[in-house]
Structures are given as structure tokens and as C-alpha cells.
């Protein structure tokens, strides 16, 4: 049981890999973070997220799937923590896609058990990715009961 990252793109540029190890070094089990980093398609637009799609779906096996895209449902950072808990508690593995720039086609969408938005603005995804480890960091938190996050 783990959360893994599927992120389209390249490696962590140093300001965010400082920001992500910060969190990353603070989170235990069944928190932790994997980052596993695709390679972005050299084609462009629909025929970029066709390709970038499939390379994601043959990743996936009977992980509990979310998605992050802006058009996702909003949640707050209790919902996010109680989401988390539970397949990590029935010991299934979480993986949260990030998507290329063109974003997935309709069958990643079909596969996520969750489509998620950090919020209806769009943001870099290396600034995605430092948003994401402090929010499962603060998901954590909360369901340890610490006061880390405050209501």
C-alpha cells in the first residue's frame, strides 16, 4: 500500500524537488509518495494525448485511480485525508495521474475511480506537484489526529 505518481513531463526542477523532499521526508506509510515520471509525447495535441494516455492506462493495475484535472471535483483537505484512508485501509495502492500538457483522453477518465481539482485554475505542473505532496502530507496530518491543519 502506497500512493505512487504517474506525472507526464520531466524530472522535478530543483525549486519544486526542495519543496516535494521537504513533505516527502515527513510522510510515513501509508502516505508515502512514489514518483514515477512519463515521458511527454513528441506529437502534438489529440494524437500528444492519445499517446501519453495509453503510456498511463498500461501503468495501472488495481490501483485506486485520481486524476487531477481542473474540470475534477473540488475537495476540501478532510475529504481529500478521509478519500485516501480508505483504499489505503482495504491495502489497495493509490495512483494519482498527473496529465501532459494536451491533459488524457476519455478512457483515463473512465478508469479514475476519482477526477479531482486542486482548484478551477490551471497551474504549472511542477508547481502541481509541490501542491500535491504538501496535500497528502496535510492528509496525513489530519488523519493522525495532528494540528498541522486547522479548521
Do not use: C
Amino acid at each position: 500500500m502506497s500512493i505512487r505518481v504517474l506525472a507526464v513531463g520531466r524530472k522535478h526542477e530543483a525549486w519544486v524537488a526542495e519543496g516535494i523532499d521537504r513533505y516527502v521526508k515527513r510522510l510515513k506509510k501509508p502516505f508515502d509518495l512514489s514518483w514515477q515520471l512519463i515521458p511527454h509525447s513528441a506529437r502534438e495535441h489529440d494524437a500528444a494525448r492519445k499517446e501519453e494516455s495509453e503510456r498511463l492506462l498500461v501503468k495501472l493495475s488495481n490501483d485506486f485511480v485520481i486524476l487531477l484535472d481542473e474540470r475534477g471535483k473540488a475537495i476540501d483537505s478532510p475529504t481529500l485525508s478521509r478519500t485516501l484512508l480508505r483504499p489505503l485501509e482495504a491495502s489497495r495502492s493509490i495512483t494519482v495521474i498527473i496529465g501532459g500538457a494536451y491533459g488524457v483522453d476519455q478512457q483515463v477518465h473512465d478508469r479514475a475511480d476519482l477526477v479531482w481539482s486542486l482548484s478551477p485554475l490551471v497551474f504549472p505542473h511542477q508547481l502541481v506537484r509541490l501542491i500535491l505532496a504538501e496535500q497528502v502530507y496535510r492528509a496525513q496530518e489530519i488523519a493522525g489526529g495532528r494540528s498541522y491543519h486547522h479548521e
